[in-house]
């Protein structure tokens, strides 16, 4: 058990000696308890060095060892679920030196990817792919007889999103060769593991009881009365010491939960399995942080962690702004205690958008719906249909997830719905799978919405209470991070709808309208070729009047930290068109192709959005005109 995270590199001989999971597999049964041990020292060094995913990682290191030791990887496919988990798998694939550069410019990503390396079967950062990928994978092998295995690891919270079930229910029906492993690391499915269900499981698992279970099967399938009484019977005594009646209902044979740091009792299990035909379900009891005494007892704090920094020196003060989510968090408690038909409904973001406070102060009207993004948008229609205002709290990245719901059941039906959308934008070094840069896009197409982008903190608990007022559909799509400093009232106030300011007036004939977080980086710009500055503030309604005063203008640019194709500044151009007004104009925003991670800051001067940037395309523009 470690207690803190070493800051020197560990000495692992064992560990040293695989640099694919072939190395793994010469070693001797009796040397893998070593192994996991220098794989879990190595990773809590390599993860301080860096940042990054940490407590799901540290809990499934045996289950790696298990899975590249007895599969002949990367011919037989292995999925990772989300990917939080896969560094002990990039560590024994080829990356153990790379993952010391893990999600930082230029180095590996912090999630499974295809073009990365081989072993990375399936590119992720969304959760409960793994089921219907691996399936996927498995019919292929059916279909060109390639006898090619395919194994799934899915979270327990992975597991409460709709689509792990379909792909569930698929397989079972299809009756694919897979297995597919619930990594239960939080105990939130399962009793705790006893002796009677371990013992219960090695046999289940082992092939004397298979053999029996087809004898029997054969014996009987001229009986078919006496056929469905053993397999009710089987059934009946599985379900008195597991929790895997619904899986056997699926079609599933399933097997657990086993201790999933228990290596000998992993490897004898999987070994019996893989060899199965069938759809296969082993449950498998991981211990999110195991061997970091720490992440053991907080494994939400420990989820991720940053860089471990030199301790600062002395006087060195921290900076005290608050995050767009805690600008969020204040507000949703400030509006609830004037509203009692306010709630709060999240996709398993509770920490991550700043609901802490509100659950604790308000739990009769705080909802975590876990990783369903779906049914977080349907529930909150469902919610405005009877007279409740439900605030739906969720990452850019995720509402991609509920765009059918957020069309049909809330737009369509013009129900009082707000959106509070977190990450908006590029996200560092969390990378492409989960930037927010498309929202303005695929918004501002929908009917009956509104959509606000804020420019600083105060500007975006205006725009949440404005939302919050307005009868029908709205969205506020704010950034991760701090914002610029700016005093924030304590009021209540709203923002008239589809109202810009301006924030400069210059007299060069150029017109910069900015959405959102870029309307600071544009202030340079603006103030060195003598431009008016408007904080467009809204996407949809757009500012037409805005936009008709400067219709004389000589160069129009745009700026938003959004896909250019289809956002803010295409709005801008279709409103100048539809007027029959023919301005020059200058789109700034994401090109079409997905971005690296990085910091932050390097991704905004990698695409031109920092205010050197910014200033440079519009003075390249003006040499055209």
């Known amino acids: 058990m470690f207690e803190e995270i070493p800051t020197a590199r560990p000495e692992t001989p064992l560990l040293d000696q695989v640099n694919a999971p072939a190395d793994l597999r010469a070693f001797k049964k009796e040397q893998l308890p070593t192994l996991v041990r220098e794989l879990r ?18 809990g499934v290191v045996e289950l790696t060892v298990a899975l590249h030791y007895l599969y002949n990887t990367p011919e037989d496919r292995i999925v990772w679920d989300v990917g939080h988990q896969a560094y002990p798998h990039k560590i024994l694939t080829g990356r153990r030196e790379a993952l010391l550069n893990i999600r930082q410019e230029n180095g590996i990503s912090g999630f499974p990817k295809r073009d990365e390396s081989e072993y990375d079967t399936f590119g992720v950062g969304h959760s409960s792919t793994s089921i219907g990928a691996a399936l996927g994978m498995s019919l292929a092998a059916r279909q060109l007889k390639t006898g090619r295995k395919a194994v799934a690891i899915i979270g327990d919270g992975a597991m409460s999103a709709g689509m792990a079930f379909e792909a569930l229910n698929h397989a079972g029906d299809v009756k694919a060769d897979m297995l597919v492993i619930l990594n239960d690391n939080e105990m939130s499915i399962s009793k705790p593991v006893g002796a009677l269900s371990s013992y219960f499981a ?24 006496a056929l469905e009484l053993a397999r009710k019977a089987e059934e009946h005594m599985k379900g008195m010491v597991s929790p895997g009646m619904m899986f056997e209902e699926l079609g599933f044979n399933y097997i657990g939960p086993i201790d999933g740091h228990d290596m000998d009792h992993l490897l004898t299990t999987i070994a019996n ?147 509070a959308i977190d990450r908006a934008g590029l996200v560092g070094e969390d990378g492409p799978t989960h930037a927010g840069v498309y929202d303005l896009s695929y918004l501002r197409c929908i009917p009956n919405m509104i959509v606000m982008a804020p420019s600083d903190e105060d500007e975006c608990r205006k725009m949440l209470q404005t939302g919050y007022e307005y009868k029908g559909p709205a969205a506020v799509r704010y950034p991760r991070g701090t914002g610029q ?34 309307t600071y980086d544009a202030r340079q710009a603006a103030q060195a070729l003598d431009a008016t500055l408007l904080d467009m503030r809204f996407v949809k309604p757009i500012d037409k009047a805005a936009l008709l005063a400067h219709r004389n203008a000589k160069l129009i640019v745009t ?55 910014i200033q440079k395309s519009i003075e390249m523009k003006l040499n055209h005109l």
């Not at 090695?202 to 009365?225: C, E």
């Not at 004939?509 to 959102?516: D, E, L, M, S």
């Not at 289809?566 to 997905?594: C, K, M, R, W």
Request: hydrophobic residues 40%; proline residues 5%.
């Open 485 to 518: 400093g700016i005093n924030i009232e304590e009021t209540l106030s709203t923002l008239e709808i589809g109202k810009s300011r301006t924030l400069r007036t210059g007299q060069s004939g150029i017109v910069i309208c900015a959405f959102g977080r870029p």
């Open 41 to 58: 020292e190595f990773m809590l060094y390599s993860v301080g060095q860096t940042g990054g995913h940490f407590g799901a990682g540290l």
């Open 273 to 419: 399995l893989k060899d199965r035909k069938g759809p296969q379900f082993l449950h498998v009891i991981t211990k999110k942080g195991k061997g970091f005494e720490p992440a053991e007892g907080d494994p939400i704090g420990y989820h991720a962690i940053n860089k471990i920094e030199p301790d600062p020196k002395p006087n060195t003060v921290k900076s005290k702004l608050p995050k767009y989510c805690n600008v969020f968090g204040k507000w949703v408690c400030d509006a609830a205690e004037q509203d009692d038909k306010l709630i709060a409904i999240t996709p398993a973001m509770k920490e991550g958008s700043d609901l802490i406070d509100f659950a604790d102060r308000f739990p009769e009207r705080y909802f975590d719906v876990a990783i369903a993004e779906q049914h977080a948008v349907t529930l909150a229609a469902g919610m405005a249909c009877d007279g409740i205002k439900p605030v739906v709290a969720i990452y850019s990245t995720f509402l991609q997830r509920a765009y059918d719901q957020l069309i049909h059941d809330v737009a369509l039906q013009n129900l009082d719905v707000l959106f």
């Open 559 to 613: 700026i938003e930290e959004n896909a250019i194709m289809g956002g803010a500044g295409s709005a801008v151009s279709e409103f100048l068109l539809a007027n029959n007004i023919t301005i020059p104009t200058l789109h700034l925003g994401l090109p079409d192709q997905y971005e690296e991670h990085a910091s932050h800051a390097s991704m905004l001067k990698r695409v031109g959005l920092d205010a050197e940037g």
């Open 202 to 225: 090695r046999i289940w698992a082992s092939k004397t009881y298979d053999n029996i279970r087809k004898g029997g099967q054969k014996v009987f399938s001229g009986l078919p009365s």
